[in-house]
T-cell receptor, first 114, second 120 residues
């Protein structure tokens, strides 16, 4: 089965440190999403890309978060500097705009900022 | 703006009972997609079903069935003869279609989830 791969699975870091999360979308999928899950806010969209171009990053705190797709096989989400309130599970998902394939999520990166 | 409401925060049933999870949505779009995802204790989000707004036929997949009613803006999910492995958090979600051909791969608006516990 094709899968969305996220690394790392877990990350513990100290406040102020840079955090980079990576996502490998399913081969051939041209749409990539970043979602964040917290107890208080639930699942919320941070940003998404189509054909590597950013379409919407309105859910992302611009001062410290950045999302990029250096190539079609890699999406990254960076937090610099990290803060304790960034502690959450970050999910990447990929889908195809042209093929009948539903959105699939990776296993998530559980981030803890102390 | 789109909104998804899952009024049931937690449900507990005894194994083998049937259970229905409610989902009510709001959208101004005339074309849209609805989804259900399962999040087991291990944490991943597992796709269960996708429905577009033009297809109001109910769907059955094994012990799972879905009832889509546009008149009441609801997309409810029923598990028949529940099993312990069904214990999870279930999310209903909505996306705009932007033309029906995109297969729902637009940004999703999620409900807050229903935590289902099946008691052995």
């Amino acid at each position: 089965d094709a899968r969305v791969t996220q690394t790392p699975r877990h990350k513990v870091t100290e406040m102020g440190q840079e955090v980079t999360m990576r996502c490998q979308p399913i081969l051939g999928h041209n749409t990539v999403f970043w979602y964040r899950q917290t107890m208080m806010q639930g699942l919320e969209l941070l940003a998404y890309f189509r054909n590597r171009a950013p379409l919407d990053d309105s859910g992302m705190p611009k001062d410290r978060f950045s999302a990029e797709m250096p190539d079609a096989t890699l999406a990254t989400l960076k937090i610099q500097p990290s803060e304790p309130r960034d502690s959450a599970v970050y999910f990447c998902a990929s889908g195809s705009y042209t093929e009948d394939s539903p959105l699939h999520f990776g296993n998530g990166t559980r981030l803890t900022v102390t | 703006a789109q909104k998804v409401t899952q009024a049931q925060t937690e449900i507990s049933v005894v194994e083998k009972e049937d259970v229905t999870l409610d989902c009510v949505y709001e959208t101004r779009d005339t074309t849209y997609y609805l989804f259900w995802y399962k999040q087991p204790p291990s944490g991943e989000l597992v796709f269960l079903i996708r429905r577009n707004s033009f297809d109001e036929q109910n769907e059955i997949s094994g012990r799972y069935s879905w009832n889509f009613q546009k008149s009441t803006s609801s997309f409810n999910f029923t598990i028949t003869a529940s099993q312990v492995v069904d214990s999870a958090v279930y999310f209903c979600a909505l996306s705009e279609a932007r033309g029906i051909s995109n297969f729902g791969n637009e940004k999703l608006t999620f409900g807050t989830g229903t935590r289902l516990t099946i008691i052995p």
